[in-house]
């Protein structure tokens, strides 16, 4: 079946510093969405991305689609405690029908 | 206040028995769904609805059941028949199909069955 694969599952960073997550499909999207679940809480949607190529940026987060449409990045600048959680991708496929298939997530622990 | 009411919060019960999950929502949406999340896991599509008395199955439905007779409600019932039941449950909605929509998450239903 159609899935999105997420990498690091884990990603531990320190204070200030950046890093990113990455999401790939082996098939071509139609278009991505990101969402945050803070611990214990829910997903709350970030963005939505759709062009080939397509870059969007929010503060200290951008986001990145490839030109394939078969990836997707967020790279987060400056790393503050507010940015624990878990970041999700989530895929839509064309063949899918109305759905979205949600990446595994990369949780983040922040180290003051 | 516009929103995605689950409730309960947390529920308890017997294996065995079946449970119905509440999920309502006052956005006006004509999409909602039902994931499925284990620790440490993304979330799973149990079963979505894009019009009243409509609905598919997704990736996990064996083991639960959906109704779709109002708009603003989808509710969710986990049968005996679902063997791994202990999980967390989440309902979303969204203005129209997912395809192009973001999706609106409810505060989620922590099951524990035992």
């Known amino acids: 079946g159609q899935q999105v694969m997420q990498i690091p599952q884990y990603q531990h960073v320190q204070e200030g510093e950046d890093f990113t997550t990455y999401c790939n499909s082996s098939t071509t999207l139609s278009n991505i969405q990101w969402y945050k679940q803070r611990p214990g809480g829910h997903p709350v949607f970030l963005i939505q991305?759709?062009?080939?190529?397509e870059v969007k940026k929010q503060k200290r987060l951008t986001f990145q689609f490839g030109e394939a449409k078969k990836n997707s990045s967020l790279h987060i600048t400056a790393t503050q405690t507010t940015d624990v959680g878990t970041y999700f991708c989530a895929g839509h496929f064309k063949a899918a029908g109305n759905k979205l298939t949600f990446g595994g997530g990369t949780r983040v622990l922040v180290k003051p | 206040d516009g929103g995605i009411t689950q409730s309960p919060k947390y529920l308890f019960r017997k294996e065995g028995q079946n449970v119905t999950l509440s999920c309502e929502q006052n956005?006006?949406?004509?999409?909602m769904y039902w994931y499925r999340q284990d620790p440490g896991q993304g979330l799973r599509l149990i079963y979505y609805?894009?019009?009243?008395?409509?609905?598919q199955k997704g990736d996990i439905a064996e083991g639960y059941s959906v109704s779709r007779e109002k708009k603003e409600s989808f509710p969710l019932t986990v049968t005996s028949a679902q063997k791994n039941p202990t999980a967390f449950y989440l309902c979303?909605?969204?203005?129209?199909?997912?395809?192009?929509?973001?999706?609106?998450f409810g505060p989620g239903t922590r099951l524990t069955v035992t």
């Open positions: 979303a909605s969204s203005l129209g199909g997912a395809g192009g929509y973001e999706q609106y």
């Open positions: 609805s894009q019009i009243v008395n409509d609905f």
């Open positions: 991305l759709v062009k080939s190529g």
């Open positions: 956005l006006n949406h004509d999409a």
